[in-house]
């Protein structure tokens, strides 16, 4: 830009003539309709839905998210094993008491916050593994089920 006595000249060139010189005169352009650009009304009740998951396929999230865990106590070094299965439309894993040990209480923390933790870092390893969202549920020793039970 230029200031000439207080009147601000643009020098910036137009869009087009932007759009012209970075533009290869040898390459054609597509033409492009309007219509192409417009955007359409989305209606919720069309709105693409999660497909409902296989028993195979919630037992194939199960194991990774079983493997995920079992590295990560062996990272910890701490005691549990890792009980696998299919609840509705989830799966669902829980570390439980081993034969070694019991289960840190660390790992449900104070209210469940250790545990949603846990359980959101779980879903994150299933979903990088599989490519699809997971909804799996996860309990450690015992904890949801116990509340479950209470409620």
Known sequence: MTEHNDTVVDDTPAVD???ALETDETTPTPETDPADDATEAVDPAAAP????????DLEKEGEVAADFL????DIADLDGDIDVDVDGDRAAVSIVDSDEGRVPRRLV?????VLEALQELTRLAVQSATGERSRLMLDVAGHRDGRRRRL
């Open 17 to 19: 003539q932007v759009d």
């Open 49 to 56: 839905r999660r497909r409902p998951a296989k028993v195979a």
């Open 70 to 73: 079992e590295t990560l106590l």
């Open 109 to 113: 923390g104070q209210d469940g916050k």
